[in-house]
C-alpha cells in the first residue's frame, strides 16, 4: 500500500488488515469454516471502502479549506456507498454467511478506521 501517500491512512489499513486476519482465524476456530470466511469478507468490505476513501483523498488537488471540505465529503459519501453495495452484495451472493460475524467484524474494521486521527507520523 505505498501508493497511498497519507501515512495515517496507509497505517490503519494496515491494522484494518492485521485485525481482519486475526479475526478469521478466531472465528475460524470457534465458528468454523463459513465464521472465517464471513468474518474475512466483513473485514475486507471495511477495507476495501477504506481503500476506495484514501484513493480520493489523495488525488486532491486542492488548497482552499472549501475544497478541502468538499473532498472529504464527497470520499465519505462515496465510502459510505461502496460500504452499502459491498455489504448487500455478500449477504446475496454468500448464502452460508455467518451474520453476527460478518457484520461484528465489519463494525471492528471500520471503527479502526477511525484511529487514523490519532495516528502521528514522525517527521523524518
Known sequence: MSWIRNEPLRRVMLWQ?????LMAIACGWFVGMHGAISALLGG??????????SLLID???GYTAGEVVKTALKAEA???LVMIILLFGVFLLYKEVVP???I???I???IIFSMALFVTTAKK
Do not use: N
Open 17 to 21: 488488515l492485521l485485525a481482519t486476519g
Open 59 to 61: 488525488r486532491h488537488k
Open 78 to 80: 462515496i465510502k459510505i
Open 44 to 53: 475486507l468490505v471495511s477495507v476495501v471502502a477504506s481503500l476506495v476513501y
Open 104 to 106: 461484528g467484524v465489519f
Open 100 to 102: 453476527i460475524v460478518f
Open 108 to 110: 471492528v474494521a471500520a
